[in-house]
């Protein structure tokens, strides 16, 4: 979003006529302060949390409603693994149940090894699916690890020259923008079943946060990290993200 990328057009359109000077969506760290009428949060607190569209989370301080997507951090993480989960994770969860996920289901996960990939493949697993996932052959073995019964390479391989279908197919980084086509995921789709796409909307919400807290706690959900960069190196941070070789997550750590 912040270099003006094709895909986050249809996000950037509502953003109102004003200069964003603190960017970042996704945080996690403790609670300094509280409103005298907020009765959920208490100062101390170690929270998670995902600003949207009101950005700010690159600070030492950010300012949350007490009904905003904010919730209590996953009690066997980190504050740094932590501030990688929400907005992904969401995405991942809220789209899965949109496709409609069950056990048996023969799932595609497209882009496996960014951070809603990533956590797709992870929760396609969770729920019983049985999932191929298509990523960088460099990668192979780390989304393995996450629960792909197996990975095509598609910088050697045609995944939809493969001959298999799939009950559903998740595009977990916008290819009906940059490339591939909705018509060419099609044709690996098994009758009756579902495209999900991460261009389709979905909200993020309070309760979707909560639930992936507790398949974080569970033991179903990590946030896999792939650097981390002091504030102070932001920018090498995001030239790191904006190459588009990156596994999972990049966190910006404040001291």
């Given at each position: 979003m912040r270099r003006a990328d094709p895909f986050m057009a249809p996000l950037q359109r509502p953003l109102p006529p004003r200069r964003i000077t603190i960017l970042g969506m996704e945080l996690a760290g403790e609670v300094e302060t509280v409103g005298a009428q907020v009765q959920n949060f208490a100062p101390g607190d170690a929270?998670?949390?995902?600003?949207?569209?009101?950005?700010?989370?690159?600070?030492?301080?950010?300012?949350?409603?007490?009904?905003?997507?904010?919730?209590?951090?996953?009690?066997?993480?980190?504050?740094?693994?932590?501030?990688?989960?929400?907005?992904?994770?969401?995405?991942?969860?809220?789209?899965?149940?949109?496709?409609?996920?069950?056990?048996?289901?023969?799932?595609?996960?497209?882009?496996?090894?960014?951070?809603?990939?990533?956590?797709?493949?992870?929760?396609?697993?969770?729920?019983?699916?049985?999932?191929?996932?298509?990523?960088?052959?460099?990668?192979?073995?780390?989304?393995?690890?996450?629960?792909?019964?197996?990975?095509?390479?598609?910088?050697?391989?045609?995944?939809?020259?493969?001959?298999?279908?799939?009950?559903?197919?998740?595009?977990?980084?916008?290819?009906?923008?940059?490339?591939?086509?909705?018509?060419?995921?099609?044709?690996?789709?098994a009758p009756n079943g579902r495209f999900v796409s991460i261009e389709m909307n979905y909200k993020e919400t309070v309760d979707g946060l909560t639930a992936v807290r507790e398949l974080c706690e569970a033991g179903a959900l990590t946030a896999a990290i792939d650097r981390r960069y002091p504030l102070a190196e932001i920018v090498a941070a995001h030239r790191y993200v904006e190459a588009g070789h990156k596994k999972g997550n990049v966190v910006i750590t404040v001291a």
């Open positions: 929270v998670f949390a995902t600003t949207g569209l009101k950005f700010g989370a690159y600070a030492d301080y950010c300012c949350l409603p007490a009904d905003g997507v904010v919730a209590r951090k996953p009690a066997n993480m980190d504050f740094a693994t932590a501030a990688a989960v929400p907005s992904g994770a969401i995405a991942a969860l809220a789209l899965l149940r949109k496709g409609e996920i069950r056990a048996g289901q023969k799932a595609l996960i497209y882009g496996a090894s960014g951070s809603v990939g990533s956590f797709a493949v992870q929760l396609a697993r969770h729920f019983g699916a049985d999932v191929t996932a298509v990523c960088s052959g460099g990668n192979r073995d780390w989304v393995q690890e996450l629960g792909a019964a197996r990975v095509i390479d598609y910088t050697k391989e045609d995944f939809a020259a493969q001959g298999a279908r799939y009950d559903l197919i998740f595009d977990a980084v916008g290819k009906m923008i940059s490339g591939v086509g909705k018509s060419t995921f099609n044709r690996v789709l």
